[in-house]
Nanobody
Framework: EVQLQASGGGLVQAGGSLRLSCAASGFIFDEYAIAWFRQAPGKEREGVSCISSSDGTHYRDSVKGRFTISRDNVKNTVYLQMNSLKPEDTAVYYC??????????????WGQGTQVTVSS
C-alpha cells in the first residue's frame, strides 16, 4: 500500500523558514516522481514543486529562489525547504507521488496535508 506522510507545517512569521517532509512507503521510492501541491482557503489547488525520478526539479514561478525540493532515496523522504515565506504561501500543503517518474499536474497517489500559516 502506497503511503505518503507529510509533516513539518506550522505557524511562522513572514520572512521565516519551514522545512516540510514527505515520508513514503509501499513503493520503490526512487522510481517515482514526488511533488508538493498546496491549497489555500477558497482557492484551487496548485502545484508548488516537483522532483522527478531522475532528480529533475520544477517550481512554480512564485516560489522560485525561495523554495528548494530535494529527495533522500535512503530515507524514502522528500523535503521542501521554504525560505523567505510570505503570507500568500499560507495553505495546506500536500505531497503526491507518481510511478511514471515524471512531474506533471496529475499524480496518482496523495498524502494528507500539513498546514502552513505565515503571519504578516
Amino acid at each position: 500500500e502506497v503511503q505518503l506522510q507529510a509533516s513539518g507545517g506550522g505557524l511562522v512569521q513572514a520572512g521565516g523558514s519551514l522545512r516540510l517532509s514527505c515520508a513514503a512507503s509501499g513503493f520503490i521510492f526512487d522510481e517515482y516522481a514526488i511533488a508538493w501541491f498546496r491549497q489555500a482557503p477558497g482557492k484551487e489547488r496548485e502545484g508548488v514543486s516537483c522532483i522527478s525520478s531522475s532528480d529533475g526539479t520544477h517550481y512554480r514561478d512564485s516560489v522560485k529562489g525561495r523554495f528548494t525540493i530535494s529527495r533522500d532515496n535512503v530515507k524514502n523522504t522528500v523535503y521542501l525547504q521554504m525560505n523567505s515565506l510570505k503570507p500568500e504561501d499560507t495553505a495546506v500543503y500536500y505531497c503526491a507521488a507518481d510511478p511514471a517518474g515524471l512531474c506533471s499536474d496529475y499524480l496518482r497517489y496523495w498524502g494528507q496535508g500539513t498546514q502552513v500559516t505565515v503571519s504578516s
